[in-house]
């Protein structure tokens, strides 16, 4: 008779040096169901899962294998056993092929112990082609797009008929028809008994995808639900377990003069942004709709100099900028906080104070040219505070937060620089909900500073909820600028798929 859970943790306990970062954790997981594992940053989710991998050694608790006592020594263990994992940090070698990576340490051999490149390849097409992948298995994996790489990872941990498979963030970096395409292949999976743990801060992803749902909060579980017992509501209130205010701020600021214009603005790409156009005021927050692939990253780092550009102009008060870069972009007031912050934006050894006032050194030196300490600490506090940053100290290593706190800590980053335009792509990807309205609270008061804010996003609520105005761009090209009044869900997609 085969148990009734795959996978049971029980009574799990980790500790870090100043956190406890499981508490008596139990967690069941039955096959052939899909289990949300639910959380705010920090709650303890990746590290409940590093633990099962043999990544971290548990303090205390037991790990059961359908019924079975097991103890993994790594993650390479565990996948013999029918374990498998999809990180939330990408794990791939980007040198080698997709065949490689899908096959590191397990190559098919030939005689004398070569590796006999031709099945391995021949298996990773059979495999990306009955899991409809369009993907050549000898591409480079590093030339993929982040997205593909992902999918990869995904591939690689279905190839190992696994028992259990663990979904860390899986959708983070993936377009609308990736998610759904990975939906696919989960329900293949669970078709198959296989059981699935699905750790995501997107809710309607759970509430399309889960059978049920564990919520974690600072270290302890609190729960496990069906997923039909449960309502947005009710999901949030289980993982923030506060009064959180989840509403929208109203954003009541005063449309001043024009900070930023940009004038008939092209890629020298054809396939990238071409001729666009607007303006952002005082106080303005203009969000910037589209689906993924529209070009919105690429035309944000032409405005701030990261890319070229190469016709069209920039203004910036009143004053057009030849040949744009970041240095003069932050010279002249701009902040950007980049959809690739864990990837672009970290110096992991060093701690959550020096990674937060790094960009702000130069407005805290006395005339004498002396840094002034102190004041420089209590302001990275301060946004750090705001963001509700989980941290024992500000002196922690941020490579030992969780990812959506080392995240926190960029954006207090860009905060901190008191930019007057700050640019904000996907600001609150990979944030837990109770941290995103935190975030909405910061914007709306930069906006009635006078300050002017430009937010990429891809979640509707927040591209409505937010903004004075939504500029919507399609392949490239602005499909329309609409006015709050006009900013409906059905408007916004309809410009975004205008030419497809
Ligand atoms: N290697 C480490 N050293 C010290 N502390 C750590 C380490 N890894 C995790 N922690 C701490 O353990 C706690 C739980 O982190 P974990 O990464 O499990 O959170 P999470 O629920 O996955 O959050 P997120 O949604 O942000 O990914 C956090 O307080 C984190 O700072
Ligand atoms: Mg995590």
């Given amino acids: 008779m085969s148990a009734t859970y795959a996978l049971e943790m029980e009574s799990i306990t980790k500790v870090f040096p100043g956190v406890r970062a499981l508490d008596d954790v139990t967690l069941r997981v039955k096959p052939g169901t899909v289990h949300a594992l639910m959380g705010e940053n920090g709650a303890g989710k990746s590290t409940l899962m590093k633990c099962l991998f043999g990544i971290y050694k548990e303090?205390?608790?037991?790990?059961?294998?359908?019924?079975?006592?097991?103890?993994?020594k790594d993650s390479h263990d565990a996948l013999k056993r029918g374990v498998s994992m999809i990180h939330q940090e990408l794990s791939n070698v980007p040198e080698r092929s997709v065949a490689q990576n899908l096959y590191l340490g397990r190559e098919p051999l030939k005689s004398f112990g070569i590796i006999d490149h031709k099945k391995m390849n021949e298996d990773t097409a059979d495999l990306l082609k009955r899991l409809e992948i369009d993907i050549k298995p000898e591409r480079r994996i590093g030339s993929l797009s982040i997205s593909m790489q992902q999918t990869c990872e995904i591939a690689k941990a279905v190839s190992y008929n696994s028992k259990v498979v663990v979904m860390d963030e899986p959708t983070s970096s993936l377009t609308d028809n990736e998610v759904a395409h990975l939906f696919k292949i989960i329900r293949q999976l669970r078709e198959q008994n296989v059981a699935i743990v699905y750790i995501s801060h997107k809710m309607?992803?759970?509430?399309?995808?889960?059978?049920?749902?564990?919520?974690?909060?600072?270290?302890?579980?609190?729960?496990?639900?069906?997923?039909?017992?449960?309502?947005?509501?009710?999901?949030?209130?289980?993982?923030?377990?506060?009064d959180a205010n989840l509403r929208f701020p109203t954003v009541s600021s005063t449309i001043g003069d024009v900070l930023l214009k940009v004038e008939n603005l092209c890629s020298p790409n054809p396939r990238s942004f071409q001729d666009v156009s607007f303006e952002l005021r005082r106080g303005e927050i203009l969000g910037i709709g589209g689906l993924v692939g529209a070009q919105r990253t690429e035309l944000m780092e032409a405005i701030f100099g990261v890319r070229a550009t190469s016709s069209g102009k920039i203004s910036l008060k009143g004053e057009e900028i030849s040949s744009m870069s970041p240095r003069k972009a932050i010279e002249h007031g701009m902040g950007m906080i980049t959809e690739d912050r864990r990837g672009s934006g970290i110096f992991p050894l060093m701690n959550i104070s020096s990674n937060t006032s790094i960009a702000s050194l130069r407005e805290y030196l006395s005339k004498l040219g002396l840094l002034k300490h102190k004041e420089l600490k209590q302001a990275s506090v301060r946004y750090n505070e705001a963001l509700r940053t989980k941290t024992p100290t500000m002196e922690t290593l941020i490579q030992n937060l969780s990812g959506g706190n080392q995240q926190k800590v960029i954006i207090s980053r860009w905060l901190m620089t008191l930019p007057d335009i700050l640019i904000m792509d996907e600001p609150t990807r990979g944030i837990d909900v109770g941290a995103k309205f935190e975030i909405y609270q910061i914007m709306s008061q930069l906006a009635q500073q006078g300050k002017a804010i430009i937010m990429v996003s891809s979640e509707m609520p927040e591209l409505i909820g937010m903004s004075h105005r939504v500029m919507v761009l399609c392949s490239g090209r602005c499909t329309g600028i609409l006015d709050k009044s006009e900013c409906s869900q059905e408007n916004i997609m309809r410009l975004a798929t205008k030419f497809m």
């Fill in 59 to 72: 303090d205390g608790g037991t790990i059961k294998l359908n019924g079975e006592v097991c103890h993994f």
């Fill in 204 to 242: 309607e992803e759970i509430f399309a995808i889960a059978d049920e749902v564990s919520v974690m909060r600072d270290g302890k579980m609190i729960g496990t639900y069906q997923t039909e017992e449960l309502t947005n509501d009710k999901l949030i209130s289980l993982m923030v377990g506060r």
